[in-house]
């Protein structure tokens, strides 16, 4: 047995199309060339059952996280990876603010680090229409960094 990586169909595991939305399977196991696209890596169940838990950790930063935590008690891999996403996100945020607090006689540091604010607010939307089309991509910034992976 195979599920439909777009709609979560169930399918037996000689057909090559989705009998419900008619996604090429092989096109889909093929994936993208993405390093960053991990989408491929999780159960097409897994993310259509758990979508709606995954988007809480972008739309409510920390609180999301944690409400995100307690309701896949750790049995979703999909969930797992955009709390880890979503996380990365707020403690990059969280360290800029702390750099730009004590830099504040600066001036230009304060200024940069509410450009960047803008910046890991637009990556959070984006991450989170991702998770609408049911995608597990590394936001852009934080993809490079290696904690947390
Ligand atoms: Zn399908």
Known sequence: MKFC??????????????S??????????VASNDPFDHTAEFDAK????????AMLPYLMGLLGVIVAALLAKG???YVSFHIRQAL???IVSMLVSIVAAVLAF???????????AIVI?????IAFFQVCGGKA??????KNLNFLK
């Open 5 to 18: 990586p777009k709609c979560g169909t169930q399918l037996e595991d000689n057909v090559t199309f989705c």
């Open 20 to 29: 419900n939305c008619g996604t090429s399977l092989n096109a889909a196991a």
């Open 46 to 53: 897994d993310i259509s059952d758990n979508k709606v838990i």
């Open 75 to 77: 049995e979703s891999q």
């Open 88 to 90: 990365k996100l707020n």
């Open 106 to 116: 600066t001036i230009i540091v304060p200024i940069a680090a509410g450009i960047f």
């Open 121 to 125: 607010v637009v990556l959070q939307i």
């Open 137 to 142: 991509k590394e936001p852009a910034i934080i």
